[in-house]
Structures are given as structure tokens and as C-alpha cells.
């Protein structure tokens, strides 16, 4: 499992961020480096892709597995979710263009990930959260 996401919720809506070379807005993630846990990882690209932080450490939501690339490639990476208290500034950099709180209904500019949407909406609070 190389990789984590974060599907990070704040009033009902889910942080979002438009990677520049894939043209798309995603859940924030990415590769889980050495000596790090899929979780830290989580947190860790959470805030270097959105400079957004999670109120309460995050809750792992489950695995997900897809297919990468042009070669399809299957790769699987580790879900997580967490509650924003607040909603903090966004910096672009060299690997991500913007970011948006996202209801999950009205459309965002541009592509979004099929795999991403369908696992920020899988990732809806429970009345537990």
C-alpha cells in the first residue's frame, strides 16, 4: 500500500485540491514515504497539498484499490477522514494548483477524479461523527 488520502470535512463539504499535472481536482494524498505510517502520511500530505489540518487525529475509513496510469497499473492506498474546525488559507506550489471546500453536488471547474469523488461521498459523516 504505497499511498494515503484525506477526506477532509468542514460544514458539510470536503477539501479538494487541483493537481497541475494530472489536471484534476483530487482528495489531498500522495506516496507514503519511508519510516512513515499510512497515517501520518495522510496528515502529512493533507497539509503540504491544502496547508489545511484536521481537528481531531484521522479516522482510517477503509482501503482503496484503482487503476493508475496509462499502463492501468492497479495501486491501493489507505483512506482516511477527519473534521476541519476551520478553514485555513491556500498557497499554491509546484504540485497543486488550487483547492476548494466541495458540497459534493454543485460541479467543480475542470475534471474531478471519478475515484476521489466517489470516495470523498463514501467518506460522508455517520451520525456517530
Known amino acids: 500500500m504505497p499511498m494515503a488520502l484525506t477526506a477532509l470535512r468542514h460544514d458539510g463539504e470536503v477539501a479538494m485540491v487541483y493537481d497541475r499535472f494530472r489536471q484534476q481536482w483530487e482528495l489531498p494524498g500522495g506516496l507514503i514515504e519511508p519510516g512513515e ?5 495522510a496528515a502529512r500530505e493533507l497539509w503540504e497539498e491544502s496547508g489545511q489540518a484536521p481537528v481531531t487525529p484521522l479516522r482510517f475509513a477503509g482501503h482503496a ?5 496509462p499502463t492501468q497499473r492497479a495501486e491501493y492506498g489507505a483512506l482516511f477522514v477527519g473534521r476541519a474546525l476551520k478553514r485555513l488559507p491556500f498557497e499554491a506550489n509546484d504540485e497543486i494548483e488550487a483547492m476548494s471546500w466541495w458540497d459534493l453536488t454543485a460541479p467543480l471547474p475542470g475534471h474531478v477524479s471519478g475515484i476521489d469523488a ?3 461521498r463514501l467518506a460522508q459523516p455517520t451520525t456517530a461523527d
Open 37 to 41: 505510517s499510512p497515517r501520518q502520511a
Open 65 to 69: 484499490g484503482f487503476l493508475l496510469g
Open 118 to 120: 466517489y470516495l470523498a
